[in-house]
């Protein structure tokens, strides 16, 4: 046993529809880490918000828990005082001459999908705490699980997007009038792609052809989300997804992926409940056994597919382009989309910390692979280095600015 390894915290599950996708990419991340070098341990997010630890929460069928699961676990928070090594503060009392252990963690790895985990609001609270953290920064990720900022943001670095149309969810009810509906199109035409604004994993996404097709659609997203973006449906609809990331001490592009579908649309089922097999009918995943390879939630793909070279350097190009954008850090994944008749291709949106962490992309790059243990300890590692580079003196406040007295 190695005594200076470090603690790490592995977070997961949320108050998000994409909580059972985050607690498998959780699980994975304990099975692939190094353990020679960091020792790796829960911290499990009900959807109802609770914060728990324990041995139990390491393995899939123990989810969700029972009441008898639950008595195994420890219910904690987060102490936000910066300065020292984070901890984690046990909430149950122990017994009375038993004494309840604070948790202490060297860094986190914060493994949520969508909402109050991967758009900035958790990576707010570490910055708050001074906790390093691995993947991106608090403004990229809320930036980027934003679909109508991230178009925003990045039109001014010239990466060709779709127009769009952002729809609020009404403040009483889900139904928009159809006249109030036509006018906050702008200009977006039909036949339509609407989604969530602020989710991902493909719930949500429907096609309208129609006025009323579309606003029957919206009600299922208003449920989740508090606004819709509309896109033109693009023909003969190709997509093609990769990753980036500096944290191998430059900035790099994974493995292009093509995913395959029969359908017009890839819907989540699709991407989440079909197995990931490679051209030789091999499983995808890293040099471990176990919940990384059986676990592996994915679609069918086809990895370094054969496209045309100026198409490949496009997709590399704007990723990297994006990633500089948001001063990236993490391995998060940029999906295109494109018309495969037409050649036209878009950045269709940015995962700031896809499914898997896309360790499949990096363990087949050509250039530079990696391994899914790898990537793990170059974003850790990287945690460790942008906590340090953004670290402020014990009193913040300049000499010049203090209007009131220190003591001590």
Known sequence: MNASRKKIAVFFGGRSPEHDVSVVTGLQILHAIDQSRYEAFPVYI??????LTGDILRKRENYLLSAEGLAQTQSVTLDVTPGRRARLVPLKKAGLFKKVENIEFDAAIPSFHGLYGEDGNIQGLFEFAGVPY??????????LMDKGATKKILHSAGIPMLPYAIIKRPAQGYMIAAEDLKAMMGPVSFPCIVKPSHLGSSIGVAKAGD??????ALPVIFEYDDAAII???VENLV???VAVSKAFGEVRTSAIERPKTTDELLDFKQKYCSGGNDKSGNKLGSKTEGPVSEGMLSLTRELNPDIPADMQDKIRKWA????AAVDGTGAPRIDFIGNSKTGELWLNEVNPWPGSIGYFLWEAAKDHPALFTDLLTALIEEAFTENRARALPKDPVPK???LLKRRG
């Open 46 to 51: 009900t959807p109802e918000g609770g914060w």
């Open 134 to 143: 691995a993947g991106m920064r608090t403004l990229a990720s809320s930036v």
């Open 211 to 216: 006025l009323e097709t579309l606003r029957a």
């Open 231 to 233: 896109e033109p449906f």
């Open 239 to 241: 997509e093609y997804n």
């Open 320 to 323: 990297m382009e994006m990633f």
């Open 400 to 402: 010049d600015a203090r």
